[in-house]
């Protein structure tokens, strides 16, 4: 499966954005979807996830209340709307999927990755 991320950009502090992640060549609704996040100088970490149902999600405890991950199996695309956003959130964010059927929070433990959108929060 091919993953394409979209969304990202500059906002203040308190702002929203959603970023989408839209899949080609296999149906999202197989694989568990995560949001993964890289800030200059840190390593990948983990923001959210969701099952193959989408009936669970995973959150990180620094984003937990402010962002939702969906998923819109019609469209074969993840969205990870972020609210109330703070500089410590700005990175480059990335989609990915899961062939396994449980859902993973490290990096490692995902088999298809999209290119990054750069997510900038000013204060």
């Known amino acids: 499966v091919q993953l394409q991320a979209s969304g990202g950009g500059l906002v203040q502090a308190g702002g929203s954005l959603r970023l989408s992640c839209a899949a080609a060549?296999?149906?999202?609704?197989?694989?568990?979807k995560g949001w993964f996040r890289q800030a200059p100088g840190k390593e990948r970490e983990f923001v959210a996830a969701i099952n193959r149902g989408g009936g669970s999600t995973y959150y990180a405890d620094s984003v937990k209340g402010r962002f939702t991950i969906s998923r819109d199996n019609a469209k074969n695309t993840v969205y990870l709307q972020m609210n109330d956003l703070k500089p410590e959130d700005t990175a480059v964010y990335y989609c990915a999927a899961e062939k396994r059927p449980y859902v993973g929070t490290t990096p490692d433990e995902y088999d298809y990755w999209g290119q990054g959108t750069q997510v900038t929060v000013s204060s």
């Open positions: 060549g296999r149906p999202l609704s197989a694989y568990t």
